[in-house]
């Protein structure tokens, strides 16, 4: 397994790409942090989404600063439809702009994939694990919101489904788990626990301490995605906890549920 993604700075603008998905040179992509934007209070500064208390112009501009730096039309961009289940969306031309700049009518989609170039796909994160693919062979590519009921319902497993059906092999498949809260932080009640640990073991149960237990959703994804039949060297772990670093990171739980989204962008150029 490779560990962390690689951090760009372009003046205030700060980012993290994947970089074994760099090295195909198929892809344009990030994974955002807070800082470079112009959004302010609790959604201060890269805020990119029109759910948070924050202007829809704002999160406008954010996206043409962002979209600029990593060379994508913000006016193409899809947005995913998180309701944190398992639904896998496949996105073509005819969803260009959908959400960001027109109505959209992509519903129940935590994860996107598309096969077709200049299609960049976005979902949206505060503490929930962002997952990425790109199969370099059959030039397909995922991104995938996995919170913590989307983890306990496989999406990671549904997601390398869907590139099988479009013809990946998962030999061939690369991934990535972006920043998002870590074990150190992810604590949940006896029961959520008693769901994670019935269903993928003791191992991913990182803790208990008294009656909090913390789950290891991170472990949980890697064996996930193992499970589905990506070899463990494809895949990049960020290992970056965003309620550790509130100061580059949204944290729902960090900030006390007033904050704003980072997001994940793909692209196949
Ligand atoms: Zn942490």
Not at 6 to 16: A, C
Not at 173 to 196: K, M, N, T, W
């Amino acid at each position: 397994m490779n560990k962390g993604f690689k951090l760009v700075k372009k003046g205030e603008l700060e980012y993290l790409t994947v970089p074994s998905f760099e090295e195909t040179g198929l892809v344009r992509h990030c994974f955002t942090t807070r800082l470079g934007g112009v959004s302010t209070g609790e959604a201060a500064s890269l805020n990119l989404s029109y759910k948070r208390n924050d202007s829809p112009e704002n999160v406008r501009e954010n996206f043409r600063i962002i979209c600029e730096a990593i060379g994508v039309d913000h006016n193409k961009i899809v947005f995913s439809d998180q309701t944190h289940k398992k639904g896998i969306y496949i996105a073509t031309t005819d969803d260009l702009g959908k959400g960001l700049h027109r109505e959209s009518d992509i519903s129940d989609a935590d994860g996107l994939v598309t096969q077709q170039k200049d299609v960049p796909l976005c979902t949206f994160y505060a503490d929930c694990v962002p997952l990425f693919f790109l199969d370099p062979v059959k030039k397909i590519t995922s991104a995938v919101h996995s919170g913590w009921k989307s983890t306990l319902l496989e999406i990671g497993k549904e997601a390398v489904s869907v590139m099988k059906d479009m013809g990946s092999n998962p030999d061939d498949i690369l991934a990535a788990i972006g920043p998002s809260i870590g074990p150190c932080h992810f604590e949940v009640r006896g029961d959520v626990a008693e769901q994670f640990t019935d269903k993928f073991g003791m191992e991913i149960l990182d803790r208990t301490v008294g009656d909090k237990s913390f789950i290891n959703l991170w472990k949980t994804n890697v064996n996930i995605l193992i499970a589905s039949g990506i070899r463990e060297r494809n895949i990049t772990l960020a290992e970056e906890c965003t309620y550790c670093n509130r100061d580059r990171f949204y944290s729902y739980r960090g900030d006390d549920h007033k904050t704003g989204s980072l997001c994940g962008i793909i692209q196949l150029v």
